[in-house]
């Protein structure tokens, strides 16, 4: 439930929250001490980079691997959030409204699709539509990428003890709270809200998949691999190759959960039987980064098909992108 502050206390809280500098701890790491859990990679920069505290609030769990809508995805819970990050390296947030009403027991259902009345957008995908201080809200911070579509209409609901007008979206629920400002809008705690609900009921545990092995080293100099095929794409993967870049750039993803020390790993231009200098470091379990070419000239074929290989310190083949 959304804890209810006094007006002084809650600008207070807006000021302090400012003044929050997360512990740093491993590299590439932020860390709170308020609940005793870190953030890293793709998840930390997306949570620093659209709202941080007042948005996500504090993460409430490491992040790890989940099965969201019948996938596998690496996530991480926060007090008003699921983020998570999907295949192609794009983080999003959780569809946690859909799923907090499925679990109260009031699914959503389509809306009655009435036209748009004054100061509100309807939206025939849902049926429903948003309006006055919710309608504003929602345009101005992300709209349908941060939101999603209105899944109920405004009504009244008992939040610890006292009436708010809510309404809930795909992935938020939104409360206007008046005794801040006539048309304060603040989001739940659907993080902690839907969280600890899973907690109490708890859900069927899945045995990860075993990590595919990796072929027996074959690095030649980077001459064509005959173990192109058997490639795992796994601890990481090649994203892609930007040829056409200055400098050329190879994009990276570790799609496993933990983190992959790149030092030694060697990426092919496999036409030009060539090196692209330039990759190292540690990249954490999701994160997504472009290793830039740090050697002289260029190395890539724009042309001509140039797939790419990847290999790890011992010479196996990790990743092939396929041109």
């Not at 003044?19 to 998840?43: D, H, K, L, N, W």
């Not at 899973?198 to 595919?212: D, F, I, K, T, Y």
Request: proline share 9%; hydrophobic share 35%.
């Amino acid at each position: 439930m959304t804890r209810v502050l006094p007006p002084l206390m809650f600008l207070v809280l807006i000021i302090s929250s400012f003044a929050i500098t997360p512990v740093q701890a491993q590299s590439g790491e932020s860390c709170f001490a308020e609940t005793g859990f870190c953030m890293s990679g793709a998840i930390r920069s997306y949570w620093e980079g659209n709202g941080g505290l007042a948005v996500f609030g504090f993460p409430i769990t490491a992040q790890s691997v989940e099965q969201v809508e019948g996938q596998p995805l690496q996530v991480q819970w926060f007090e008003r959030d699921r983020l998570e990050i999907q295949p192609s390296g794009l983080v999003t947030a959780g569809r946690l409204g859909v799923e907090r009403l499925e679990q109260l027991g009031t699914p959503w259902q389509q809306g009655p699709n009435s036209p748009a009345g004054a100061g509100c957008r309807a939206f025939p995908e849902t049926g429903y539509q948003v309006c006055g201080a919710f309608a504003a809200y929602w345009q101005a911070n992300g709209g349908l990428e941060r939101f999603g579509f209105p899944v109920t209409g405004e009504f009244t609901t008992e939040l610890e003890g006292r009436p708010y007008t809510v309404q809930y979206f795909e992935r938020r629920r939104f409360e206007l709270h008046p005794e801040i400002e006539p048309d304060a809008v603040l989001l739940g705690l659907l993080g902690r809200e839907v969280y600890s609900a899973r907690q109490a009921q708890p859900q069927p545990q899945l045995e990860p998949p075993a990590p595919p092995s990796l072929p027996p080293p074959s690095f030649n100099e980077c001459q064509a691999d005959p173990n192109a095929a058997q490639a795992a794409n796994y601890p990481v993967r090649i994203v892609i190759v930007a040829k056409s870049a200055t400098p050329e750039v190879v994009r990276l993803q570790n799609v496993s959960p933990e983190p992959v020390n790149l030092d030694g790993w060697i990426m092919c231009s496999i036409r030009g039987n060539q090196r692209h200098d330039g990759i190292g470091g540690v990249l954490s379990p999701g994160e997504v980064r472009d290793f830039p070419y740090t050697g002289s000239g260029t190395i890539w074929n724009n042309n001509d098909d140039d797939d790419g290989a990847l290999y790890n310190a011992q010479g196996q083949l990790v990743s092939y992108w396929d041109n």
